[in-house]
Structures are given as structure tokens and as C-alpha cells.
């Protein structure tokens, strides 16, 4: 079955809210097999909302909607179905009972506009919404299958879950299990990572391989279909197995684990500690660390020196130094790095000193990051960048970037 949403809203179009709506019921419809080929987004316009039904009445076998069904004049969901589908709308009893009974239990005067979300399509199956007032609704049109929910989340999981869901199954002869997995890779640009993987790319059936760039990493999403989830999870895995022949040095892990989580996992399996001297990133590498849980095992605190003076005082970076080098320098950052890990006592220290902008300092245009890291014993190393981006964007680089370098030290 091919399927689709829509979501009813200008708020949606103005970016006040996000459509995280359609992200979640396009889950649960992978989750059944149905794929989802269309997410639209359109205002609060009559004309708009009908031609809109209109065209995914012509292309989809089922339309989700949400939103567009409360008590207001731009509350147009119903209206445009109405244009599409030629049906009259009824005051459903059982709703308009339920809202009456809410105004009287909190002692308020219901105006008359509030009939309107007890309004359904003759003849569609009612959804008792017991999160809020206007229920969803089934409704069959042709050959199509239109599903209207409300567009508050809590609402609109509460009927996807309890009503969508099991009346989906109970009707209709499902076909193939639609699995994905998003493998993430770090340190390695996408152009080289799909260079690498051409020849699966190229080649791709089922399992389907899409390359997907995000801040500081790499993803490949597999998808894979089967006649139960079983079988496409198998495919998934083969696939994967392939692939990690090929870039599974770069690879960190799936799905929702994140770069951190991985590093905090290689720390506790060599049984390290780490701590960290920070000057323009201001702790947030430290911060990502303790939000894990478990952190205390491998995390024993860190520096947050944004000053000279706060360099010279708690690192005892050398005045000498300074002066002839400046804090944004190799040299600072190789001495911050080595004393953390003095004065914090952890096996290993990571530090970072820069310019997170709008302008230059010392000389050094924005975006100039010196990172230390200092393993055990050996030789401080120190990686110098040019990150592009606001102040915000050049901390969070630096960050991610420290990250990838600790996973592949750790690694080795």
C-alpha cells in the first residue's frame, strides 16, 4: 500500500512548532510495511487543504491527517474533506456529550463554536479520543483509506496506538516487513565513504543503502524488506557485515548511540580514566560526557580556564609561554593537556584552546582550534583546525572533533 501525511497547520508552515508528527506515524507505518511516500505540510486554506486532499486521493491508497480539527474558523480539516469527498457532515452524539459534560464539570459556559469538533463525515468510523475532545476518524473514499487525527502528539499517538493500528491489521492483508538501520561513521568525508561503497551503492536492491551527512559524521541508512521482520533484519545484518569490510573503521555504532556514548563504552572496557582542560568550549565536552550514566567510573572532573590569568593559576601554564605564543598556540595547548592530567590525576586529558569568534584574537582568525590530548606517558599530541560557522557551530565542531580522535586512539 502506498501512504501518506498530511499535516493541517500555517503554525506548521511558519515554524513555530515542529511536524514531529509525521516523523513518528511514518515509524509505526514501517513498522507494519506500509511505506510512506509523501509528507506535506499545508495552511490553514480552504482552497489549499482541498486541492491537497484532492491530489492525495488520486495517488496514495491510505492518508493519514492530523491537525486542523478544534473548534476555530481556521480549523479547516473537515471542510476540505467535505470539498473532496462530497459527504455530509453529522454532529456526532457521543462527542458532543462528552464536551457538554466537560464544560459543566469545570463550571464554564461553552460557546458555541465547541460543537464543531464533535462534527464527523456520515458514515466514517469514529475514534473515541479519550486525550482530548474532537475524535478521529476512518473514513473510506473509493478506493482510499482516510485516517483524521488530531494533531496534538498525545492525542494523536493515543488513537494511532488503540485504534489506527489494530484496525489497520484487522482489515487488510499485510504484505513485507520494512526494517532500517542507520549506521553512523565518523572521520571519514561522505564523497569518500559512497567512493568506497560504490560498487554497493551502485548495485543496490534490497537491503537500499542511503548515504546521509549530518554534523561531523557520516550515516548509511539500510533498509530492507522481507515477509517478516526476521528475514529483513537478516538481510540488514548480511549487508552491514559487507560493508564493515570495507569502512568498519569508521564505524561507531547505530542508530541512537552517539559518538560519546561509544568513547565512554571503549573507556570503561580499558578501564580509563579521563579529564579535560577547556578555554573557549566553556565544559561542553565535559558536559556530554557526565550526561551518560555511569560516568563517574571514567570521569573525574575538568577545567573550565577561559582566561590567561585562569591558565597560569590552576594549569600553571608558564607566563613565559604566553608571551611568546599566545594561548591560541600548539604550545598552550600541548601544556594544558599535560598538566589536566597532572592536576586531575586520569589517564587521560584532552584540552582546547581557540577562537569561537565573531572576531580574530591574538592574531588568529575565528574558527582557529588547538586540541591537546595527552595519553599516559607518551608525547602530547595536539590537532590544529579551521572551523567554519558562529561561535556555537566552532564549539560544537571542536567538541565532535575531539570526540573522533579519542575514538580512534581508543580504538588502537
Not at 17 to 25: G, K, L, R
Not at 302 to 320: D, F, Q, R, W
Request: hydrophobic share 35%; with cysteine; net charge negative.
Amino acid at each position: 500500500m502506498r501512504s501518506e501525511i498530511i499535516a493541517v497547520g500555517t503554525e506548521l508552515l511558519l515554524g513555530q512548532i515542529s511536524n514531529t508528527n509525521a516523523q513518528w506515524i511514518s515509524s509505526r507505518l514501517a513498522d507494519l510495511g506500509i511505506p510512506v511516500y509523501h509528507h506535506t505540510v499545508v495552511g490553514d486554506n480552504l482552497e489549499r487543504v482541498s486541492a491537497t486532499f484532492n491530489q492525495a486521493q488520486e495517488r496514495s491508497d491510505v492518508v493519514i491527517v492530523t491537525g486542523g480539527l478544534g473548534p476555530t474558523e481556521d480549523d479547516l480539516t473537515r471542510e476540505g474533506g467535505k470539498v473532496v469527498f462530497g459527504q455530509e457532515l453529522v454532529e456526532h452524539k457521543e462527542t458532543m456529550e462528552k464536551i457538554q459534560r466537560y464544560f459543566d464539570q469545570n463550571q464554564k459556559r461553552m460557546s458555541e463554536n465547541n460543537r464543531k469538533q464533535a462534527l464527523v463525515f456520515k458514515d466514517a468510523d469514529v475514534l473515541e479520543n479519550s486525550e482530548g475532545m474532537a475524535p478521529g476518524q476512518i473514513y473510506h473514499h473509493n478506493r482510499v483509506l482516510w485516517i483524521f487525527l488530531p494533531g496534538v502528539p498525545t492525542e494523536m499517538k493515543h488513537l494511532v496506538n488503540n485504534h489506527v493500528i489494530p484496525y489497520i491489521r484487522s482489515n487488510f492483508q499485510l504484505g513485507s516487513q520494512i526494517v532500517s538501520e542507520m549506521m553512523h561513521f565518523i572521520g571519514i568525508g561522505e564523497s569518500d565513504l559512497e567512493t568506497k561503497l560504490h560498487s554497493f551503492i551502485t548495485s543496490q536492491t534490497n537491503p537500499t543503502i542511503a548515504p546521509l551527512a549530518s554534523e561531523g559524521e557520516v550515516g548509511l541508512r539500510l533498509t530492507a524488506t522481507g515477509d517478516t521482520t526476521d528475514e529483513a533484519r537478516q538481510k540488514i545484518k548480511d549487508l552491514k557485515h559487507q560493508l564493515l569490510e570495507y569502512v568498519g573503521d569508521f564505524y561507531y555504532g547505530s542508530d541512537s548511540i552517539t559518538i560519546e556514548e561509544t568513547v565512554s563504552d571503549l573507556l570503561k572496557e580499558k578501564e580509563l580514566t579521563i579529564g579535560s582542560a577547556e578555554s573557549f568550549t566553556g565544559g561542553k565536552f565535559l558536559e556530554r560526557m557526565v550526561s551518560l550514566p555511569g560516568a563517574s567510573s571514567i570521569c573525574k572532573g575538568g577545567c573550565m580556564v577561559y582566561t590567561a590569568e585562569m591558565k597560569e593559576n590552576i594549569l600553571h601554564v608558564p607566563k613565559s609561554l604566553i608571551n611568546e605564543y599566545g594561548t591560541i598556540s600548539y604550545e598552550c595547548a600541548e601544556v594544558m593537556a599535560l598538566k589536566s592530567k597532572e592536576l586531575l590525576d586520569v589517564d587521560i586529558a584532552v584540552s582546547f584552546t581557540g577562537v569561537a569568534g565573531p572576531s580574530s584574537s591574538e592574531g588568529q582568525p575565528p574558527g582557529t582550534v588547538f586540541i591537546g590530548l595527552q595519553i599516559g606517558e607518551k608525547k602530547t599530541e595536539v590537532y590544529k583546525y579551521h572551523f567554519h560557522g558562529g561561535r556555537d557551530q566552532v564549539r560544537i565542531r571542536a567538541v565532535k572533533k575531539a570526540y573522533e580522535i579519542l575514538f580512534h586512539r581508543l580504538k588502537k
